[in-house]
T-cell receptor, first 113, second 118 residues
C-alpha cells in the first residue's frame, strides 16, 4: 500500500549544492508531477510528465530538471541550489490527468542555506 | 488562462459553527474539473472531492457539502457543525480538459487556513 513515496523527507543544502528528490509510485499511473508549496502561495507546478519519456514544464520550472525513464519514477533535480528553492516539495501522480484525482506523496522539506 | 482564487486567507470558528470556504475560478474551457484538498497540520494532502463542469448538482458527504455554481464560477465548500479535527488548510483546484500540452494539470488556489477552536 505504498502509493507515492518521496525521499528524503528533510534535507538541508548549502547554496550551490546539487541534489535529487526521489519520487516513486506503485499504482501504474501515467501522469506524475512535482509541486512546491510556499507560505501564502499555495501549490505551484514545477514539472510534469504524462508518461515515460515525456516531460514538460509547469509554472515555476527554473532551477529544476526532471526525467521520466520509467512509469514508476519521476526524480526532481536541483542542479545548483539557491535559497529561493527553500520549500516543501510534493510529488503527485494520477491515472488520468484531468479526470483523476492526484495522489500526493508526504512531501519533502528542503532548506537551502 | 486558468486561475483559482480563495479570498479567505484564514478563518477561525468555534466548534459546532458552520463555516463556508469560498472558491472562485477562471477558465476559458467548457470542460473542466474542480477539486478540493485538505492539508491537516501533519502536512499531507488529502483529496476531498472532484466535480466536472457538466455536473452542477450540489454534493453532500456527511458534514461536508459543496455548492457548484457555473453562473458565478464558484465552487464553495461548507462544513456543518465544525469540529477541531477540521482544522487544516483547504485548497481548491482547477483542471482544464481542453487541447494543448498542459491540459490536466491542477492549478491550486492559495488555500484557506481554517482553525476550529473548542
Amino acid at each position: 500500500n505504498a502509493g507515492v513515496t518521496q525521499t528524503p523527507k528533510f534535507q538541508v543544502l548549502k547554496t550551490g549544492q546539487s541534489m535529487t528528490l526521489q519520487c516513486a509510485q506503485d499504482m501504474n499511473h501515467e501522469y506524475m508531477s512535482w509541486y512546491r508549496q510556499d507560505p501564502g502561495m499555495g501549490l505551484r507546478l514545477i514539472h510534469y510528465s504524462v508518461g515515460a519519456g515525456i516531460t514538460d514544464q509547469g509554472e515555476v520550472p527554473n532551477g529544476y530538471n526532471v526525467s521520466r525513464s520509467t512509469t514508476e519514477d519521476f526524480p526532481l533535480r536541483l542542479l545548483s541550489a539557491a535559497p529561493s528553492q527553500t520549500s516543501v516539495y510534493f510529488c503527485a501522480s494520477s491515472y488520468r490527468t484531468q479526470t483523476g484525482e492526484l495522489f500526493f506523496g508526504e512531501g519533502s522539506r528542503l532548506t537551502v542555506l | 488562462a486558468q486561475k483559482v482564487t480563495q479570498a479567505q486567507t484564514e478563518i477561525s470558528v468555534v466548534e459546532k459553527e458552520d463555516v463556508t470556504l469560498d472558491c472562485v475560478y477562471e477558465t476559458r474551457d467548457t470542460t473542466y474539473y474542480l477539486f478540493w484538498y485538505k492539508q491537516p497540520p501533519s502536512g499531507e494532502l488529502v483529496f476531498l472531492i472532484r466535480r466536472n463542469s457538466f455536473d452542477e448538482q450540489n454534493e453532500i458527504s456527511g458534514r461536508y457539502s459543496w455548492n457548484f455554481q457555473k453562473s458565478t464560477s464558484s465552487f464553495n465548500f461548507t462544513i456543518t457543525a465544525s469540529q477541531v479535527v477540521d482544522s487544516a488548510v483547504y485548497f481548491c483546484a482547477l483542471s482544464e480538459a481542453g487541447g494543448g500540452g498542459s491540459q490536466g494539470n491542477l492549478i491550486f488556489g492559495k488555500g484557506t487556513k481554517l482553525s476550529v477552536k473548542p
